[in-house]
């Protein structure tokens, strides 16, 4: 076994930037045909002219639920299979105490993170993976294993996402594979909020005195997409720096 993703093919949502885009180049470099999917058009075609041609795009808004088949009819009809489903598409509209959060962006975060997801999930397995195999990755976040401050309705549907990862990953083996990777706070415009006007200081409280890179997960999900991690499914890696281990003194 290697870590090799030759002659497969890859749906990567939330792909123009962050996590989903480190996530389709190291696929790429390993092998991999991979689709792009996320919201805007105009910048899908400039990621997918620098990677070249073994990448495609699809405009899709993941927490639009009804164009998320979309994605799969433009997959099955271009390629006719897939291989890999990397769910990484992500919104947190709101910051702040969850109990005052409205219902409006409650539904956005709600679709975006979890039901986008799901159906992806669905509409692939049921159209090709329950036959023919396939490997699931969900991206989540060490939010939907802890409390956090002011981003409460973004953990709660990343904790949803972790035991519905568990939960598919018993029910759709031997065929599918179904994993999750939970990152800690990584460079991303996603997560700006949470670091842009201190990111030094919180450096310094981690173990590996760093914050997160983008492709810091994208490694994580090459090796969750390979036959290295063929033993694998239903699990959640964390990958967070050494946050979750700082013990209660701080480190020294």
């Given at each position: 076994m290697e870590l090799s993703l030759l002659g497969k093919v890859a749906v990567v949502t939330g792909a123009s930037r962050g996590i989903g885009l480190a996530t389709a180049e190291a696929f790429i470099r390993a092998g991999a045909e991979v689709v792009l999917v996320s919201r805007d058009e105009a910048v899908l075609a400039q990621v997918q002219q620098r990677l070249g041609e073994k990448s495609s795009y699809l405009a899709v808004n993941?927490?639009?639920i009804e164009d998320v088949a979309k994605v799969v009819d433009y997959v099955m009809t271009k390629y006719t299979k897939v291989d890999i489903l990397v769910n990484n598409a992500a919104a947190n509209p709101y910051f702040g105490n969850l109990a005052d959060i409205g219902l409006t962006l409650e539904q956005k975060t709600l679709d975006v993170n979890?039901?986008?997801p799901f159906e992806l999930i669905k509409l692939f397995y049921n159209s090709?993976?329950?036959d023919n195999g396939g490997n699931i990755i969900n991206v989540a976040s060490v939010g939907g294993l802890q409390v956090e401050w002011n981003i409460g309705f973004y953990n709660v549907?990343?904790?949803a996402l972790i035991?519905?990862?568990r939960h598919l990953g018993a029910e759709?083996?031997?065929k599918v594979r179904v994993n999750a990777i939970a990152p800690g706070l990584v460079k991303t415009k996603l997560a700006q909020i949470l670091w842009?006007?201190?990111?030094?200081e919180i450096a310094q409280r981690l173990p590996l005195k760093r914050i997160g890179i983008p492709e810091d997960i994208a490694n994580i999900a090459l090796f969750l997409a390979s036959d290295l991690s063929s033993w694998m499914t239903g699990q959640v890696?964390?990958?967070d720096g050494g946050a979750s281990i700082i013990p209660a003194g701080g480190v020294g």
């Open positions: 993941m927490g639009h979890l039901l986008g090709y993976m329950k549907t990343k904790a035991h519905m990862t759709m083996g031997p842009e006007d201190n990111e030094s890696i964390v990958v």
